[in-house]
């Protein structure tokens, strides 16, 4: 381990333990435990431990002990590793930046390039999925195909009902992005409108 001037083996550790429990809850997916994520940000806060300036930030910042800019630099460095852990494992949050007709006029389900990108966020979120421990790999697999299909197909028949002015904001929600509260209220109560009479 790179030992950090003016800090202990074990204050530093402290610090990664520190982080790690407060940001590793917020990444657990899939097959990924609690424990797994937590180790997997231990490892890479030691790996950039040695890329850490102790003297970076010391007039600007309002908290200027060592420690705490220690604390900074990894929990940042932390944040963004369990950020491509997600997106090379289960899902992308950035959507395409396509420029289509269809994108620039909210009618993301007609665009080719948005659908290949919700078929692979889909597919690698199912894949990531962690599996009862009771099933088989085929009947996962079987169970997780149906699964996307039921899903994909619910989707297009709400896209087809919805009103085009929150198609945008339907898919947003589907793709776990911040809608406002009154939109995303009313985006609900036409889509449980919708399940009740049927029409899905």
């Known amino acids: 381990m790179h030992q950090i001037d003016g800090l202990s083996e074990s204050e530093v550790l402290k610090i990664i333990d520190s982080i790690v429990g407060h ?11 609690l424990a797994d994520i937590q180790q997997e940000g231990r490892l890479e806060a030691l790996k950039v431990l040695s890329a ?3 003297t970076r930030g010391v007039a600007s910042a309002t ?55 919700l078929q692979r966020n889909t597919a690698k979120r199912l894949i990531a ?27 297009h028949k709400m896209n087809q009902h919805l009103p085009a002015y929150l198609r945008p904001d339907f898919k947003r929600m589907l793709e776990q992005v911040q809608v406002p509260s009154t939109r995303r209220d009313k985006i609900r109560t036409i889509i449980k409108g919708i399940m009740e009479s049927g029409t899905a």
């Open 63 to 117: 908290r200027n002990t060592l420690s705490d800019r220690l604390y900074n630099f990894l929990r940042t460095h932390i944040t963004y590793r369990y950020r491509n852990l997600l997106r090379d494992n289960l899902e992308r949050a950035e959507v395409p930046d396509c420029h289509c007709e269809f994108c620039l006029t909210g009618e993301t389900d007609k665009c080719k390039r948005y659908q290949r990108f």
């Open 129 to 155: 999925q962690a599996a009862p421990e009771s099933l088989t790999s085929s009947e996962c697999y079987v169970e997780s195909h149906e699964v996307a299909i039921e899903n994909e197909d619910l989707i």
């Open 52 to 54: 850490f300036d102790p």
């Open 23 to 33: 940001l590793g809850p917020g990444y657990v997916f899939g097959c990924y435990t």
